[in-house]
């Protein structure tokens, strides 16, 4: 394996872990930081590997977690208009980053995944977050991203096991009058 390979599977892995944390998390900001850390190393990952809509996608994601972070703050980025923005940059790169039919799986996985957590709840986002996993393992078995495809399985596990975990923590707390 060519040394690159290798630099980008290991930059693409520790993104991995830091993604796996985020889902674990209880509150959407919190969620979103550790994705924007996860975007920033996923970026680095497709530019080594050359997957051209892997980074288009990326360049996206790090806007839209940094604007999820700060929509508290500013409201105007809570809003349909900024949402449309990242849906049309989302069609502009399909189009643009063609190669194939799979090749549209990272921006479609993106865009669905911005368009249900702009002003969905933490367990939307969980639920969602599988989906688009999915699209993105096979999006990373295509362009050869093999840290990328076992971190989006393991990542598919690992959410559905956070969301079983929170199901089973709400039902302790209305049984034992907690909430």
């Given amino acids: 394996m060519e040394t690159k390979v ?9 993104a991995f872990i830091i993604s796996l944390i985020a889902f674990h998390k209880k509150e959407k900001e919190k969620i ?19 997957a051209d809509s892997g980074v288009a996608t990326k ?14 703050k500013y409201s105007f980025l809570k809003s349909k208009t900024m ?18 039919f799979i090749s549209v799986f990272s921006l479609l996985a993106a865009m ?9 709840d933490v367990k939307t986002v969980r639920y969602i977050g599988i989906f688009t996993n ?8 295509f362009v050869k991203s093999y840290t990328g495809a076992m971190a989006n399985f393991i990542s598919i596990v690992s959410t559905f096991i956070a969301i079983l975990n929170n199901n089973n923590t709400k039902k302790f707390e209305i049984e034992k009058g907690i909430n």
Wanted: aromatic share 16%.
């Fill in 6 to 14: 290798i630099i980008a599977n290991a930059i693409g892995f520790i």
């Fill in 32 to 50: 979103f930081k550790n994705t924007l850390i996860s975007n920033i190393l996923n970026l680095i990952h497709y530019l080594i590997l050359n």
């Fill in 59 to 72: 360049i996206i994601a790090i806007f839209r977690d940094l604007s999820m972070v700060k929509q508290e």
């Fill in 83 to 100: 949402l449309n923005i990242f849906v049309l940059l989302y069609i502009v790169l399909i189009v643009i980053t063609y190669e194939g």
């Fill in 112 to 120: 669905i995944y911005t368009v249900f957590c702009w002003n969905g």
């Fill in 134 to 141: 999915v699209l993105w393992l096979i999006y990373n078995i």
